[in-house]
């Protein structure tokens, strides 16, 4: 009893911590929305959102509910989550009640016997609605120091929500098209200072007055990171002002493992200004001689 004359204080102590740090993500993800903002260049949107059915919490619920023939017991997990997600207090108030469930167990010894009257209260709190005597029964018995433990544990995580400016009006971001996501993403990406950054053939998503002002982008990004772009375009390569280009071709082996059969081959590697490159990126970007030639006939250059 000596040891544990603090025991309550330091649980105490514990949950204010865990709500502390629950807390300081908070801040954390609304610092790197408001970078995110800055670094889209204001193509973005973003602020910090609340799950409005904590996973947390259901899981939770599903976990000590679960097996105790309640009828549609997971959507009403959910849909208690949900309403307590509103509130910290109500989610505090339900681990309170957990813990004087587990308070009652172990004053008395077992779990065996008759099920305690404020035991019963309690669970009923708990659930949201009456529950039959055995049902009552069921959950009293699983009820112990990990179940306690998971509730006492579960958080609501906050996560960063995105919203794209379509001309004058932001909408979601998940409703903005494959280019526009594509866009707003190759911005952020390129405006921040990180490691090496790898993209394989953004052009996919992308038109070409959108391809040439990510192609200016990457002319100043480079200065700050290493860029590896796999790509098909030759503005990226071109107007991006690659430092270095690789220049690949299929090829096939002899082994008798499919898992080997292709290959890929290296057909030319240098600087922009090596003549061998000039031609592959001329003839496997641009068409080759005759589609410059047709352009300048064409456009008058």
Known sequence: ?????????????????LSSKVGELSTILGEAATQVEIMSGGTLRAHVSKESRPLEYVQAYAQLFEGNRIRDVQS????????????QGAWDAVCNELLDVRRIQIKTGSIAGELPAAARNSIKEIFFEELTPQQSKQVYEKINDFMVTRFLCAITMD????????????????QASPGQQASALLNLLLNQEAGTLIIDQPEDDLDNKVIMSIAQLLQVTKRRRQLIFATHNPNLVVNGDADKIIALRPGFSNSTDAADDARITIQDDGAIETPSIRDAVTEIMEGGKEAFELRSRKYSF
């Open 1 to 17: 009893m000596i040891g544990l004359a603090d025991a309550t204080t330091g649980l105490e102590e514990a949950r204010a911590a």
């Open 76 to 87: 009403k997990c959910e849909l208690r989550a949900e309403a307590l997600a509103t509130n």
């Open 159 to 174: 996560f960063i929500s995105f919203e794209y400016k379509d001309g004058k009006q932001f909408i979601p971001f998940a």
